[in-house]
């Protein structure tokens, strides 16, 4: 976070304005799509039903704000564009769809398939990411899940649980996005402040970076202010082309001594990630001691002065956090960019752990980082199977399979396979090949096997989808 980069986006002597969402129209300007609702109530979650969309616009991102319209009844927004050219605010409860940012809004509810996973529940409650498709990934209450081809088709659920994790059962503010290395989350709590960053290459496996304070962060203290207490949620971000977050905004709520609440969306500015490469081709393993990176630079950034070379750092992100990883020994201009060798005498990144971190300084002491993808890891599929269906057919079982490729990327061919559980071991009742599957392609086929189970007995089944570099099960009993 930048120093000194808190700005009022909007505020009201009447309203009280929660988490709201910024996009860029056409014309330059940026639209922000807030929630607002009666200031003053010593009950203010009460009117939370009640509060309206609101569309203000501004010539700067970070505002002020100047109101524009009322949109239509919810809250926690967010705006996209979609690959239609049409714009969609998502909202508590279903979404608003125009043809232009000043046009005319109107209000659908998502549909909702959770493809026989119980666990995971639908809710009014949600954050969304666009894909590099342009499809959409959906994170819901409790951490589910969900995908869609379009952002405003169906919502697939591909989770058999909540992603978020256990400590974290009591939050319930959280905002997703994606960028070219990795998703994000942020995952809050609107009562104590607190906040979990996590990261994720393909958008279900998770990892926690960080815990958060709101209030330390922001330094906005109830003391300082005279209030009871201050309390920060409903965040969102705004992302620059790259998709990298230039501008956190929250919803700050000052709680005076008498319980009443008056609300404000404030944006504080963000040092965007660095855009950096990882020149290493070979896989990085702990015999590896050494990682070449090539920071780019930008008519805002020059790497070749910026940087506080002595600070940086790089290696998984666990040992970089700790003030570990590698140091720079040498550097060379590579015309605007500074390509970089860092040393160390190994490399040791966690299991489930996908990205190379780079920190540091720059040379006014502002923090900076930036992420890549481990060199060794491939964009996999989502491969997802449904329920299989047994039937009786003669002196067998006919079984049948709906498979479906629920990524971004197509499929190559694949094993799936249906096995049972037995005295504790898993045994295999068929094995078949998988043909290659475009995004959203499904792939139905009937297999019929000698049935040696006994029908009046209950039994653990796992469907996996495998090759050397993937792998997907689906748990259900029967």
Known sequence: MQQ?????CISDSVLSFGGGDIIQGEDGRYHLFVSGWVADSARQDKLMPDSMIYQAISEKPQGPYKM??????GCH???????????????????YNAKSLEGLWTFHTFGFDSRNRPAVKTSSHWSLARRKDNSF???????GVWVSQS?????NGVTDEGVFPLVATDYDDWVVWRDN???HLLLGNHENSQCYYMRSLDGLHWVIESKLDYSQVMKMGADSLGLEKVVYGCPSVLQNEEGKAIQLNLEVTQVRKDGKMHSRNVSFSLEPDLDVRLINKKPITDAVQKLEILVKGNDRFNPLTDLDLPTLRAGSP???NRGGGGIVVESKPQGKDLLLTFYADFYDFPHGEFAVKLAGKKQDGTKVAGYMRLPQLKDNPLMSVRKPIFANFLNKKRIKMTVENLGDVSSRRMNIYLKYKENGKYKVLFKEKLPPLRPFEVYNFTVDVKWVLNDRCRYEFVVVVDDKDYESEYHFVK
Do not use: C, H
């Open 4 to 8: 000194d980069s808190k700005t009022e």
């Open 68 to 73: 524009l319209r009322s949109i239509g009844a």
């Open 77 to 95: 927004p967010e705006v996209f564009k979609l690959a239609d050219n049409s714009y969609m605010i998502s909202v508590q409860g279903g979404y």
């Open 137 to 143: 990934l959906m994170v819901s209450q409790e951490g």
């Open 151 to 155: 952002g405003v088709s169906t919502y």
């Open 181 to 183: 290395v990795q998703y």
């Open 318 to 320: 666990l040992e970089v």
